[in-house]
């Protein structure tokens, strides 16, 4: 096992730096950036003084164009000075051609050296970690409250599998799945937190003003009220693939042979059920916790933090890309890909733990 586990570490490598490449290369061909920003802020500033000043402030046309390369004529710079624009290429990194930034971008990423954001007087990874307990704290909860519901549910179905309460929960989770996150998040804000009928829960923050002032079963109390919306809209999709999964895990063990064999030794059906049908139906469900993990954490979280106002890594990220902010877009793309991979290796782990039988090793070879 442990040459399996050093053979997928090593094959990390060249995956993180394809999907860094492809990326990159996508971000350098797209129209703004940086440094036209800073230039169109700076000509706004301008044109807003003339315009105060009773002057006709006309700067030229918008910005645009591409700012991947160091020696970009950028469209609504004239009128500007050409030393002001070579300083601000300079101080982003753009006096540089786009593969050598590639590689400087590699190297210090390798030593998780992140650099500092454009737009904010902060390091990437102060950044990051200073979203990261708000990301977590939704990822968690959310999967946990989708894993507590799906297997119970999933197994109480496969029991009473074509009975009436079979096929209203099968239509309940499937509506679930077909309504986006995003907008149930907002059909929750209308509802309950002062949009047009009640307001009975916050609006924005995991935390109250007052939060420090609190006990601590006032702290927890605080806490979970501020959770109760956006973690609701998570997981309202998240029902239907795991309680389906689970169900049909376990229809598939109840008609093997052991099971024939077990119920004609006299064993109890709970004896049968928990005993030995549940290790084997829930391989797969356990060994996919990571996954669903990081899907949640990663992807279905940031329009939920950005329709919540919470300060999280989805909603950090996404003004990222709003400002054109390189160095916090990469560096969280660089550690939401370091971590998918790390938790795609720790799911085959799972297996293995969950079911000695699998040898991805002996596969392998």
Sequence with gaps: MSAYILRRLLLMIPTLLGIMLLNFVIVQAA??????????????????????????????????????????????AQGLDPELISRIEKLYGFDK??????????????VFDFGESFFRDKSVSDLVLEKMPVSISLG??????????????????????????????????????????????????????????????PLRGLTSPNFEELSLFGKILDYAWHLVLPVTALVIGGFATLTMLTKNSFMDEIRKQYVTTARAKGLTENRILYGHVFRNAMLIVIAGMPAALIGIFFTGAMLIEVIFSLDGLGLLGFEAVLNRDYPVMFGTLYVFTLLGLILKLISDLTYVAIDPRIDFESREG
């Design 31 to 76: 129209p703004g950036g940086p440094v036209e920003k800073m230039l169109a802020d700076i000509q706004g500033m301008e044109s807003d003084l003339q315009a105060r000043m009773g002057g006709s402030g006309d700067m030229g046309a918008s910005s645009g164009g591409n700012s991947g390369s160091s020696n970009a004529t950028y469209r609504g």
């Design 140 to 201: 968690l909860w959310s999967t946990l409250i989708i894993y507590l519901i799906s297997i119970p549910l999933g197994i109480k179905k496969a029991l009473r599998d074509g009975s009436p309460f079979d096929v209203w929960t099968s239509s309940v989770v499937i509506v679930g799945y077909a309504i986006p996150g995003f907008l149930f998040g907002v059909l929750l804000i209308v509802l309950f937190a002062g949009g047009s009928y009640f307001d009975w829960f």
């Design 97 to 110: 051609p786009a593969w050598e930034r590639f590689l400087i971008m590699i190297k210090n990423y390798a």
